[in-house]
């Protein structure tokens, strides 16, 4: 029925976007990397700690703020372009655009409130917290908006590298110039930046709706679908949330139970763990939109086959990659921690248990990217949310006797839980394999129903 000669199109371009995508991400990381690293030893380990603590509360703060349209807009956006729904495209931007805005004046009043009251005493200003929880979630959505137009290399240019360029710019010129820098400078810094790179995102993700097909549902107009798209959107929401809790929750809690030098050790270590979620998200990334592109497809048997193999491709990439991180990272853990000053050198073992704990991650394959693009988001959120219960449990038991391990153990434990029982669920729900047996069992997919048409 179909022409061999074909089947290898879709693979070869997952292959290249995903070669080129990690290769940013690569190069964006050094830079992040050594950003990380003259950010500690200008700052010392304890404002180091203040610094990535108020980051970090920004990030998760930045997530909430379009209530889960970022991640739906990864599923939905491919099917508008496909199906060329121009309306339902309009529509469902300037929702999840206006619930940004919205949400973040909302943030700002209420923590000039606190501020101005003196009810809550802040390291950093209210005004840069919240200039960059708006950012951040502006960068988050205007990159998801690229992802489903197939615009992923260009975002990451800008946002990973672009980004990482012009800061560690103008930040090795403070220093040389003799600017006294603290946290609150720094962070301030980091937050300009980050205004200019959404600039230029914005103005790609301009074209990008220029050069979109007219035609289809919705032609000439904006179609709302807000009840429809919150119900799908706010499981995603809550799902996400519960993911960055996770993989800050250890960050958090060792602020509350412990000290903040512990913090600054701590994120330090698993700033070397997160290189190997980034080697999982860039095939993740690509995979999502392309899957999404995929079973929407009218031959549904043909598509799910084809859908098997992007899968498989993606599992294969990330283990490849993530395997070479770990190795090196396991081996090299005191080398690592020591390039950010001697201080940091208790935190060795730490990386070490977080870079195994995630590398078993990958290995479970791409459960979450699978079962929301069929659309078994509340199967995820479910999943997440006991995940988050075992890790907060965790944390609570550990850290006050154990510190620092104590939370790379319970985060050890959360990951494990949270990926075992989703490729589970993927097994059985989903007739796709997830895993890397299905490179010796190739074209061995059960039939599922295509996502919406369940």
Known sequence: MNDPSDTPKPMSSFRRRVSGNFG?????LGLQFLGSVVIARLLGVEA?????????CVVITGILMSLGMEQ???RELPRFVVRKQTGLLCGFLTLQFGLILTLCGIVAAVLFWLEGSGRLVLPIAAGWLVAGIAVHALILNVSALLAGFQRVVQSQLM?????QVVFLSVLGLAIYLGVELGAAEVFGLSVMVGMAVLMCMILLARRALAELPAGGAGQGGRHFTPKLWLTASLPLLVMTFASQMQTNLDVLMIGVL???ADVGRYRAASRGADLMLIANSVAMQVLGPMLSRTLAGEDQDAAHVEGQRLITQGAQLAA???GGICVVLGLGA???MGLFGADFLPAAPVLRVLVVAQMLGILCGPVVVIL???GHERLVLMVSLAALVVNLTLNLTLIPIYGMMGAACATFIAVLFFKGVLMICVLRVSGFDPTLRAMWRPGRCLHVDAPGKR
Do not use: C, D, H
């Not at 940013?24 to 964006?28: D, K, N, T």
């Open 24 to 28: 940013i991400r690569i190069a964006g």
């Open 48 to 56: 180091f700690g203040v610094y990535t603590y108020a980051f970090t």
């Open 72 to 74: 739906l807009s990864v």
């Open 159 to 163: 946002e990973t590298l672009l980004r």
């Open 258 to 260: 412990a000290e903040s």
């Open 320 to 322: 490849l990659l993530g």
């Open 334 to 336: 005191n080398l690592y």
């Open 372 to 374: 929301i693009t069929l």
